[in-house]
């Protein structure tokens, strides 16, 4: 069964209540266990994913290594994200802007989501909410509101629970509680949800990355939200571990070094691992000003790296500990766990330094994907919460992918 309507209508006109298309058939159909492979007989079947602002797939990646969900449609407005997410996730990725988007009728047991954060950023301005990039929870709400998915997972920066002075917050989560009350002020699905900061690094990653996570479950199938679990909160895994332990061959992709200036090797030569700017007495000819003590921050190699950003100038692009030199990024992926096999390409070329290193930055690494995921899956499954068969995964990401090649070439 195609469960995928083609046609788009303007999605600011809700469909009324009763009306809106469901994947309801599809629901009948999914007898099975929640696995990919079949158990006593069943069919396999596994839980269907839709991404929104899936960028380069971090998430979407992680949430496929559980091994027990599948994505089926994603979008993203960035060319040369999509083209890295085709590469290494599959073709089921549109790109298109998402406020314009109809959402396609595909099976969707789970959402997984990352909207942009930079407005919510302790590290940018605050205006939050206020933005247009900020409204772009909005998106999420009208799928949750068409889609119902059973459940979800959104990542964001902590600083989305402060911006506005807490307005954005109690907005996003009033949104993702309550999508059709908050967008229509009507009845729809609820979602119990959870909102936990946690450290990426509790969680396997070599690097401090503080996220806001927020899950939810739908209300009617009587299940909350698991709590994190913090694999590594004991025992971080630390940056010789993961850049040096295996070392990264020269001609690795995305690898490519030596695009610092002379004076800025011998200023990072003045800057021992570990340290900063801040160490270069202020009358020293390569001293700079710096207002954040990220800026020429070199890695400690016994301990986890520090957030992996997308984007900044000079003195912001992270810097290794034994050479003085900027991180590639390969090494930045390696601190974000993606595998050495997962290539990122430019909106033209495989190797365009910034555009790839922010499609690392902007990535939820995929092993705390990986843990999420999987606990909220978890959850799930004991309260035997049933996933979409496996077959009609295929088939609905197959068709996906047949569009979005004909939307691409439109
Ligand atoms: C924080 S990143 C998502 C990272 C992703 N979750 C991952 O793990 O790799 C946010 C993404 O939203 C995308 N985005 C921003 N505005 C958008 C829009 N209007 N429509 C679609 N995507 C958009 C950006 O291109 C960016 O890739």
Redesign the pocket.
């Given at each position: 069964m195609n469960t995928i309507t083609e046609e788009r209508a303007p999605h600011r006109s809700r469909p009324a209540l009763g009306q809106q298309r469901t994947f309801r058939g599809v629901r009948a159909q999914a007898t099975g266990h929640p696995q990919l492979t079949s158990h006593r007989g069943r069919p396999p079947s596994a839980y269907s994913a839709v991404?929104?602002?899936?960028?380069?797939?971090?998430?979407?990646?992680?949430a496929e290594q559980t091994g027990r969900i599948k994505t089926i449609w994603a979008?993203?407005?960035?060319p040369a994200?999509v083209r890295t997410y085709r590469h290494n996730l599959g073709d089921h990725i549109w790109q298109?802007?998402?406020?314009e988007v109809e959402f396609p009728d595909v099976p969707a047991d789970i959402l997984?989501?990352?909207?942009?954060?930079q407005d919510f950023s302790s590290l940018w301005n605050h205006d939050g909410a206020k933005t247009s990039?900020g409204n772009?929870f909005r998106?999420i709400a009208r799928f949750l509101d068409q889609r119902h998915p059973k459940a979800f997972v959104v990542?964001?920066v902590p600083g989305l629970m402060s911006a506005n002075r807490g307005e954005a917050w109690l907005l996003v989560r009033h949104a993702l509680r309550s999508p059709s009350r908050f967008l229509y002020d009507s009845p729809g699905p609820r979602y119990e949800i959870s909102a936990e900061l946690v450290d990426f690094a509790d969680l396997g990653v070599p690097q401090h990355r503080p996220r806001l996570v927020v899950m939810g479950i739908r209300s009617d199938l009587g299940v909350r939200p698991p709590a994190i679990p913090r694999p590594t909160a004991d025992a971080h895994v630390v940056v010789a571990k993961a850049l040096d332990s295996i070392p990264i061959p020269d001609d690795a992709p995305n690898h490519d070094i030596g695009s610092d200036s002379d004076v800025v090797i011998e200023r990072l030569k003045l800057i021992g691992p570990g340290e900063n700017y801040r160490v270069i007495p202020p009358d020293h000819p390569l001293a700079v000003k710096g207002l954040i003590s990220h800026v020429y921050r070199r890695l400690n190699p016994d301990r986890p790296a520090y957030t992996i950003i997308?984007s900044g100038g000079g003195g912001t692009h992270g810097y290794h500990h034994r050479e003085p030199r900027r991180l590639s990024n390969r090494e930045r992926a390696r601190l974000q766990t993606f595998p050495d096999s997962f290539i990122f390409h430019g909106a033209e070329r495989r190797s365009n330094y910034a555009q790839v290193r922010r499609?690392i930055g902007?990535?939820?690494p995929?092993e705390a994907?990986r843990v999420i995921v999987d606990a909220l899956v978890d959850a799930l499954r004991r309260a035997g919460v049933r996933g979409t068969l496996a077959r009609e995964i295929e088939q609905s990401r197959r068709l996906v992918a047949r569009l979005a090649t004909r939307q691409q070439s439109a």
């Amino acid at each position: 069964m195609n469960t995928i309507t083609e046609e788009r209508a303007p999605h600011r006109s809700r469909p009324a209540l009763g009306q809106q298309r469901t994947f309801r058939g599809v629901r009948a159909q999914a007898t099975g266990h929640p696995q990919l492979t079949s158990h006593r007989g069943r069919p396999p079947s596994a839980y269907s994913a839709v991404s929104l602002f899936s960028g380069c797939g971090g998430l979407d990646f992680g949430a496929e290594q559980t091994g027990r969900i599948k994505t089926i449609w994603a979008i993203d407005n960035d060319p040369a994200a999509v083209r890295t997410y085709r590469h290494n996730l599959g073709d089921h990725i549109w790109q298109m802007d998402i406020a314009e988007v109809e959402f396609p009728d595909v099976p969707a047991d789970i959402l997984l989501a990352g909207p942009p954060c930079q407005d919510f950023s302790s590290l940018w301005n605050h205006d939050g909410a206020k933005t247009s990039r900020g409204n772009l929870f909005r998106e999420i709400a009208r799928f949750l509101d068409q889609r119902h998915p059973k459940a979800f997972v959104v990542e964001n920066v902590p600083g989305l629970m402060s911006a506005n002075r807490g307005e954005a917050w109690l907005l996003v989560r009033h949104a993702l509680r309550s999508p059709s009350r908050f967008l229509y002020d009507s009845p729809g699905p609820r979602y119990e949800i959870s909102a936990e900061l946690v450290d990426f690094a509790d969680l396997g990653v070599p690097q401090h990355r503080p996220r806001l996570v927020v899950m939810g479950i739908r209300s009617d199938l009587g299940v909350r939200p698991p709590a994190i679990p913090r694999p590594t909160a004991d025992a971080h895994v630390v940056v010789a571990k993961a850049l040096d332990s295996i070392p990264i061959p020269d001609d690795a992709p995305n690898h490519d070094i030596g695009s610092d200036s002379d004076v800025v090797i011998e200023r990072l030569k003045l800057i021992g691992p570990g340290e900063n700017y801040r160490v270069i007495p202020p009358d020293h000819p390569l001293a700079v000003k710096g207002l954040i003590s990220h800026v020429y921050r070199r890695l400690n190699p016994d301990r986890p790296a520090y957030t992996i950003i997308a984007s900044g100038g000079g003195g912001t692009h992270g810097y290794h500990h034994r050479e003085p030199r900027r991180l590639s990024n390969r090494e930045r992926a390696r601190l974000q766990t993606f595998p050495d096999s997962f290539i990122f390409h430019g909106a033209e070329r495989r190797s365009n330094y910034a555009q790839v290193r922010r499609q690392i930055g902007n990535a939820v690494p995929p092993e705390a994907g990986r843990v999420i995921v999987d606990a909220l899956v978890d959850a799930l499954r004991r309260a035997g919460v049933r996933g979409t068969l496996a077959r009609e995964i295929e088939q609905s990401r197959r068709l996906v992918a047949r569009l979005a090649t004909r939307q691409q070439s439109a």
